[in-house]
């Protein structure tokens, strides 16, 4: 015959698989909302974009392809569409592998003076159209950090590109870099732009949230730029900051360790002197 205690126990466990699976659920539920609203999030930066290139298919087809300027004008236009779905559909599977886990890195040392120079080279057209002027300290020394190369350049592009989007025109891009004494290296990209007001920093790294939908758009933004900067960041197990001030301008920067082989020789340098 059942004890009392032996009563209790099992309401005890009937109790506890109760909250387990309620939690199950609300975890679930929790997905299920998450899911819901990528997934409403994705068709919606899709639409625009895609909206405008069959527009101009459309108006084609309905006579404008006769007129051989015109021509040209819309199919230029359908094909920067078409540019732009293709950005954001890559912007796209970069964060679902991130957010996923899938995304392996290869770590390895680089020189994070040079990698900025490349940048800046990239961007020279895109800086030079809003008279921004990248600059930087001409005079650093190699700067060695262990970090996988082609993710942190795009972190560094996503973070320059921002500071020219939002930047204002004649203004001015600086990226500096720093020794810790932690042996990390912090890499800052200041401009003096619009800024962001307060209220919006704790949401800026969250994916598709953007202060000003519009301006954004305009500027061939998708809103995930920087979540995929803080995805790949914590990928390495290292942190991103933000500073600004609305009016006067940002600061971006993230951390990187100094590379590993590099301090080694650097040891043994100082070991043989
Ligand atoms: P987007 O594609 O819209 O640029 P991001 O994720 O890169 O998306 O940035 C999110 C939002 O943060 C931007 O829409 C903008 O409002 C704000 N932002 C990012 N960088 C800057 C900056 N350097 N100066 C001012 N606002 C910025």
Known sequence: PRT???????TEEVERFAKG???????????????????????????????????????LL??????KKVRKKYL??????VDRLIYIVKDL???????????DLYIEPFNLVELVEGVFELLEMKSAKKEISL?????????????????????????????????KKGGTTEISFEELENSKIILRVNDNGEGIEKEHIPRLFE?????????????????????????????HNEQIFVDSVY??????????????????EETDASLLN
């Open 4 to 10: 009392t205690s032996d009563m209790k126990t099992l």
């Open 21 to 59: 699976k309620k939690l199950e659920i609300e975890t679930l539920k929790v997905r299920e909302n998450y899911r819901k609203e990528f997934i409403g999030n994705v068709s919606h930066e899709l639409k625009t974009p895609l909206f405008t290139v069959q527009g101009y298919i459309l108006t």
């Open 62 to 67: 309905d006579g404008a392809i006769k007129d």
């Open 76 to 81: 230029n236009r359908a094909s920067k569409g």
């Open 93 to 103: 599977d970069m964060i679902t592998k991130l957010e996923t886990g899938d995304l």
């Open 135 to 167: 600059n930087f300290d001409k005079e650093y020394a190699p700067i060695y950090v262990d970090g996988d190369k082609e993710r942190i350049q795009q972190v560094v592009t996503n973070l320059i590109v921002n500071s020219i989007k939002y930047g």
């Open 207 to 235: 994916r598709f949230f953007r202060v000003d939908k519009t301006g954004s758009r305009r500027e061939g933004g998708s809103g995930l730029g920087l979540s995929i900067v803080k995805h790949i960041i914590e990928a």
């Open 247 to 264: 009016g006067i301008g940002s600061e971006f920067s993230f951390t990187l360790p100094k590379s590993q082989e590099i301090l080694e």
